[in-house]
């Protein structure tokens, strides 16, 4: 069968609200030009090429079904209460903490008297915030002049990659790490006090680890191209001060 006949029947209504909430999360990629297929259940939504991670939430003033008055504009599924534990499809475990870099609320304004276009890029609005900001506010859904009062500002489509990397931490939680023979974990581009002999150095690639460590958990190397099953104990205090 082809694909086109699935779309067609299951996610051709681009107004329906789960549709929405895909159809923002391909706009917020297309705009950071995140490559690779969605993940359902993943951590977060899009993860851009320069580690970045994204969670989108979607709302609309339109809705598919008939209203009598229009709809305040909410957004669900946020951290909330601490603790909260995340699917990561990178290790297939459930870990806990707060996993995205940045949040992206996304507005399609059209109003219910107009006809809809969920494709027309000029109908949406999006506003920025970084996620701690939205965590620590233990809130599992928010209106969004709760977003603006957080310093979220409408943007256009073709301004937001550049306000997500205004609003993404200076280490986002895909960094590497870099842990030297002394077992303190460096982010890359530290000058790791003139040490240039890194044939005893080890990385590690598990996303949020440099998180984590900065947390005082312990992390341990598993790069295959370096030396494997070091643990770095603490966090560079130059690199922690750049993050």
Known sequence: MPVRDFWSYAMSDLQSNATRGVLAE?????????????????????????????????????????????????????????GKQSWHADTATMEAGFVADVYVFAVHT????????????????FYVLRGDDVAATGQSSMQLTTVVRLGGVP??????????????PAAPVNAVVEVSPARVGHLPGCPHKGDADRSRWGRVLRPGAWRDLCNGSTVVTDDP?????????????????RS
């Open 26 to 82: 391909y706009l917020v990629a297309r705009a950071v030009r995140a490559t690779g297929p969605r993940i359902e259940w993943d951590a977060y939504d899009v993860a851009a090429p320069d580690g970045t991670t994204i969670e989108v939430k979607a709302s609309g003033y339109s809705q598919a079904w008939e209203r009598r008055s229009e709809p305040s504009i909410r957004f669900g599924g946020l951290p909330g209460r601490p």
């Open 110 to 125: 059209t109003t219910s008297a107009d006809p809809y276009d969920g494709l027309d890029i000029s109908a949406w609005q």
């Open 155 to 168: 943007v256009a489509w073709h301004e937001l990659a550049d306000a997500i990397a205004a609003a993404r």
């Open 225 to 241: 191209t370096m030396i494997e099953g070091l643990t770095a104990k603490a966090a560079c205090k130059d690199c922690v001060a």
